[in-house]
């Protein structure tokens, strides 16, 4: 039972191949404005530097 619970609380980031991160599971996000998300349970962060809502992945990468 306890060994459930810690996998709950666990983040996975996973670096998709010419695209951003993705990151799903338990986790806190701060962004650029500071706002706080409590575990939104799915975000992709761009990093191809092309998005315009950064930090978040606009699909910009695929042009
Ligand atoms: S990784 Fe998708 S816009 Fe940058």
């Not at 983040?11 to 998709?16: D, G, R």
């Not at 939104?40 to 699909?59: A, F, H, I, Q």
Request: with cysteine; aromatic share 6%.
């Amino acid at each position: 039972m306890e060994e459930k619970k810690e996998n709950k609380s666990q983040a996975i980031i996973e670096v998709i191949n010419f695209g951003p991160l993705k990151i799903t599971g338990n986790f806190l996000l701060k962004d650029l404005q500071r706002d706080k998300e409590n575990s939104p349970g799915e975000v992709w962060l761009c990093r191809c530097g092309k998005s315009g809502n950064k930090p978040y992945c606009d699909e910009s990468h695929k042009k």
